[in-house]
């Protein structure tokens, strides 16, 4: 009988064999997603232009930091745009590009650390146009911040497209890059390592032997270290390496996203029809509106009186401090003006039959609103008036007008019934314009010359900004005529600024010599200015005599804050 055979009377069954899916391995499985994505932006051209940014990013802000250097480089990167795409003279091409010469302009005549960012930015915003999107504020912010995000994945996956290039066979680079391969590597070194270690503890000439190979390899690598990055600057290069990437690579954001959130940028003429709802929602708006404004109305009474009419105000409480005081607040008032009027004509309350009604209160309120903003206006002017501009109060009028053009384009939205995202555009392009006029004026200028004058005319409360300011070197030509002042005590105080601001242009200067990257040219400027007075400075030369007249200067000014 066969052993093998089954026993007699049993049935033969048929074996079921199952499979058993053996799942890819997770390394394996982000390597090949990475290689993937590799796949689609790595070419030639793009990592040579990738690889030309960081060049000139190590070279003009890592080694130097300076004006010349930043519009080196924002050049640069844009002539590598223009190459990199077919120009073609479209508005939105043309804007950016006039953008970036005026920042280019900027960085040549002062450096300020905020036009980096603004110059990075910038070419982004370009490279978009480049591409054929329209310029569109919220559109590009969220295009920004999700390429940000993106380009981090692209930056993970570039060994991998290296490979590509490096191992042309598929077969070679999945065996390389496989787990199994890695074991085969670190298993043995390790287990190695652990031996040779037992074998010095046993042997002290295998240890002295292992000993004089370590001080060889130590004496060979001192040799040559000064020819390798160091760790910073390696953190810096892939630093550089993202951000040439998000330059290279945006991602335009789909307005269909936007418009789902805040509805259609066009005009929408239909009106929804009544429901409990909406019905609840116009009377909230309606007893919200009526309130505000009765509010407005008393609060606007009591500025008119006192800020307008000149009327006497409580003992304890001066004029000026009457003036500053308020203008943050009222400034706070008009932003959440904005808010209230966009929360209460969004979507279905822009297109309610009550509609007109609630118009007419907004419009009111509006009107009130811009009262509100002439007495904002006021408030500053007076506090400029008595001791001074500063930077601070630059920003205070810009941001005063920006709540007021935000507050106009409400009103727009609500009586001609547009969308919420129509109203986010044209607010941010606002917002927008007004940070890169303010970056882009000569600010530290303007505030001297404005002071300068006012002190030469007899006002010598503003001299409190004298010390009061950190003038940069633009400035520096416009507090001159200082030296000419009649008042004993500006004139030396000012003297003794512009001496040490002498000293420090000098050691600048010698300094951007041997690194001309970090020039500019108002610092070329107010040297030239100085030399002119150079003899009247030398009195001020003394480190002492400095100290007593500073002090001196002081002690005038600080009755004047």
């Excluded at 787990?179 to 390790?190: H, V």
């Excluded at 808010?339 to 979507?347: D, E, G, M």
């Excluded at 941001?399 to 969308?419: C, D, T, Y």
């Amino acid at each position: 009988m066969n052993p093998t055979s089954p026993p007699a009377g049993k049935a033969i069954l048929p074996v079921q064999i199952k499979t058993v899916k053996v799942e890819e391995p997770l390394f394996q499985s982000l390597a090949d997603k990475l290689r993937q994505h590799a796949s689609k932006h790595f070419t030639g051209w793009r990592t040579l232009s990738a690889l030309l940014m960081v060049i000139f990013m190590d070279i003009c802000l890592y080694n130097s930091m300076g004006g010349f250097g930043l519009a080196l480089l924002t050049s640069l990167c844009l002539l590598l745009l223009l190459i990199n795409h077919n120009f073609r003279l479209r508005k939105d091409c043309l804007f950016s590009l006039v953008v970036l010469t005026a920042l280019i302009s900027r960085s040549v005549w002062q450096f300020h650390w905020a036009l980096i960012p603004l110059c990075l930015i910038s070419l982004f915003s370009f490279q978009l146009s480049l591409q054929g999107e329209a310029f569109r504020v919220p559109e590009r912010l969220c295009s920004f911040f999700i390429t940000l995000t993106q380009r981090l994945l692209t930056l993970l996956s570039y060994p991998f497209a290296l490979s590509n290039y490096l191992m042309p066979s598929p077969s070679l680079r999945k065996k390389l890059t496989s787990p199994s391969a890695w074991q085969t590597l670190l298993i043995p070194f390790g287990i190695g390592a652990i031996f040779i270690w037992i074998f010095c503890q046993a042997n002290p000439i295998v240890a002295q032997i292992i000993e004089n190979l370590g001080d060889d390899l130590d004496h060979h690598y001192n040799d040559i270290e000064i020819y390798l990055p160091d760790s910073n600057r390696l953190i810096t290069w892939a630093f550089f390496c993202w951000l040439s990437l998000i330059i290279l690579l945006p991602t335009a954001t789909i307005c269909g996203r936007l418009n789902r959130l805040f509805g259609p940028s066009e005009e929408l003429e239909e009106e929804l029809s009544p429901s409990k709802t909406n019905e609840q929602n116009a009377r909230n708006a309606m007893g919200v509106l009526i309130t505000l404004n009765l509010i407005f109305f008393l609060y606007n009474l009591v500025d008119i009186y006192y800020l307008w009419a000149k009327g006497e105000l409580p003992s304890g409480i001066p004029l000026v401090t009457y003036a500053h005081e308020g203008v943050f607040w009222l400034a706070t008032a008009l932003v959440m003006t904005t808010v209230v009027l966009c929360t209460i004509f969004a979507k279905e309350l822009n297109f309610h039959p009550q509609t007109p009604w609630l118009k007419r209160l907004a419009g009111i309120w509006a009107f009130q609103n811009a009262i509100l903003a002439l007495s904002a206006f006021q408030r500053l002017h007076l506090y400029i008036d008595y001791n001074g501009l500063t930077l601070m109060r630059i920003v205070g009028i810009t941001g005063i007008s920006i709540v007021v053009i935000a507050l106009v384009l409400v009103i727009m939205k609500v009586f001609k019934r547009h969308s919420s995202l129509w109203l986010l555009r044209r607010q941010s392009a606002v917002v927008v314009l007004a940070l890169y006029l303010l970056m882009l004026s000569p600010l530290d200028f303007w505030v001297a010359l404005f002071n300068t004058h006012r002190i030469l005319s007899g006002n010598e409360r503003s001299a409190v900004q004298l010390l009061a300011q950190s003038y940069s070197t633009e400035a520096v030509p416009a507090l001159i005529p200082l030296l000419q002042s009649q008042n004993r005590i500006i004139k030396e105080g000012a003297g003794v600024l512009l001496y040490r601001k002498q000293k420090e242009l000098l050691a600048q200067k010698e300094e951007n010599e041997s690194h001309w990257l970090n020039g500019e040219l108002s610092g070329t400027k107010a040297l030239k200015a100085l030399e002119g007075v150079a003899g009247q400075l030398e009195q001020y030369a003394e480190t002492s005599k400095q100290e007593k007249i500073l002090n001196r200067t002081r002690r005038f000014t600080r009755k004047h804050y």
